[in-house]
């Protein structure tokens, strides 16, 4: 059993007012019960309805009821209110899960991307100006790279990829750092990171601090809580939740950032359809029951991985042996469905056979759905920092909500199929 369980998604929340009725409400702290009522539609004052979910608002433009209201829109927007003047702002579906992500992530304001990657992008160009100095892990997810290499080099900004799980005194932050990027775990062997160590020494020297957010899906994790100024995250994975969803989001912990955020975000016009926030909307209220189940099918796996044969190593913060465990219990409030292991052989054909032999597994990029997916990982993907053996193949396993005997019986006669016994 790993350890987290007896402090398993303890969360706490500013104090919400929640209106079942419109005379009776709840003064609540609770995360969960939040976010399964946070932006529920209000009552038809003629007919006193309400439907649970909030309407799919589809509209690429809005009308105004009078040239006057068009004024005191633009007069209101310029203040500062949200109220959509084009459909790219995005309408009343948008605002509910834009309200909802903020929340999870205890921020100010939540931007909507198509993306994951395109939320990423977002948080470094509004930060980001030539001669800037940047600062990411080397575990980091890969497409990061390709930002740096395709985009931000040509804008004259330099990006330094340090050890992932480096401690403060190991980060050289110079006068013209501008960013310190943090992902925590890692995407691949799942190192934490000390985000409150390096957040106080970002902070100390004016650096913005931002987090991809992805593994922790604002529940598990975070980081804005733990010192970071911007969290980023991946919708497509947990938040949306059943694989049918491209969505990205980045939260502001202050009105400044939110501010530079809102131009840049402008400015890339970037959006997202309604029936996407509609069904990531929905991926949320189920989130931390979903998160739950994939953590207890987890700490069925892990042990019986850890035993095998077959494995010569497990990646996963949750497990005591993890390099990262301190941090993870320190700092996390559970964990998810994912974990790599180094397999107990040098031989390539072996990982692919065992790869190919796995029925319930998906052989599959992302994770963060309901289903159980696998990835063999490229050895030239893995953090050059990395402590691990670089002959033995690492294998990535989304754990997912089938029935964790079935994972068992599936991942064992996979071992047996590629000769790791
Ligand atoms: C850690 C992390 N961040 C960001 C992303 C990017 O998300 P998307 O695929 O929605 O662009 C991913 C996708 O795998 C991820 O694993």
Redesign the pocket.
């Known amino acids: 059993m790993i350890e987290a369980a007896g402090r398993l998604y303890e969360h706490n929340a500013p104090a919400a007012r929640l209106y079942m009725t419109t005379t009776h409400f709840l003064m609540t702290r609770h995360l969960d019960t939040q976010l399964l009522h946070t932006g529920s539609p209000a009552f038809d004052p003629d007919t006193g309805v309400a439907p649970v979910n909030v309407p799919t608002v589809r509209t690429s433009t809005v009308r105004f009821a009078s040239t006057d209201a068009f004024a005191q829109v633009m007069r209101r927007r310029r203040a500062g209110e949200r109220i959509p003047s084009y459909g790219r702002q995005g309408m009343a579906t948008h605002q509910a899960l834009q309200d909802a992500i903020a929340l999870l992530e205890g921020g100010s304001r939540c931007f909507l991307a198509p993306?994951?990657?395109?939320a990423?992008s977002l948080a470094f160009l509004a930060l980001v100006k030539p001669g800037d100095h940047v600062l990411v892990p080397d575990s980091v997810?890969g497409?990061v790279r390709k930002l740096d290499r395709s985009v931000l080099r040509r804008l004259g900004v330099e990006v330094e990829y340090y050890r992932p799980g480096a401690d403060a005194s190991e980060i050289r932050l110079r006068d013209n750092t501008r960013l310190l990027y943090i992902?925590a775990p890692g995407?691949l062997l799942f190192e934490m990171q000390d985000l409150p160590a390096l957040a106080r020494l970002a902070r100390a020297r004016g650096v913005t601090v931002v987090a991809?957010n992805?593994?922790g899906a604002g529940y598990l994790y975070r980081p804005l809580a733990l010192g970071a100024d911007i969290s980023?995250v991946?919708?497509?994975?947990y938040i949306a939740g059943h694989s049918d969803v491209?969505?990205?989001a980045v939260v502001a912990a202050d009105a400044e950032l939110a501010a530079r955020l809102d131009d840049t975000h402008y400015a890339l016009g970037l959006t997202v359809g309604a029936d996407e926030a509609s069904l990531a909307l929905r991926g949320m209220r189920t989130l931390p029951v979903r998160l739950a189940q994939h953590q207890r099918n987890l700490e069925a796996v892990l042990p019986f991985l850890a035993r095998h044969p077959g494995v010569a190593r497990l990646w996963c913060p949750a497990w005591p042996e993890d390099p990262g465990h301190e941090l993870w219990r320190r700092d996390c409030q559970g964990a998810n469905g994912l974990l790599s292991i180094s397999l107990n052989t040098t031989d390539v054909m072996a990982a692919r056979r065992f790869v190919d032999a796995l029925a319930l597994f998906g052989i599959g990029?992302?994770?963060g759905g309901y289903e159980s997916l696998v990835s063999l990982v490229e050895p030239a993907d893995l953090a050059a920092h990395s402590a691990y053996a670089r002959s033995q193949p690492v294998v990535r396993l989304h754990i997912g909500l089938e029935h964790a005997d079935d994972l068992i019986a599936d991942l064992r006669q996979a071992f047996a199929a590629a000769g790791l016994e």
């Open positions: 993306s994951g990657v395109s990423i997810y497409p992902e995407s991809d992805t593994w980023v991946a919708a497509t994975k491209m969505m990205g990029y992302s994770w």
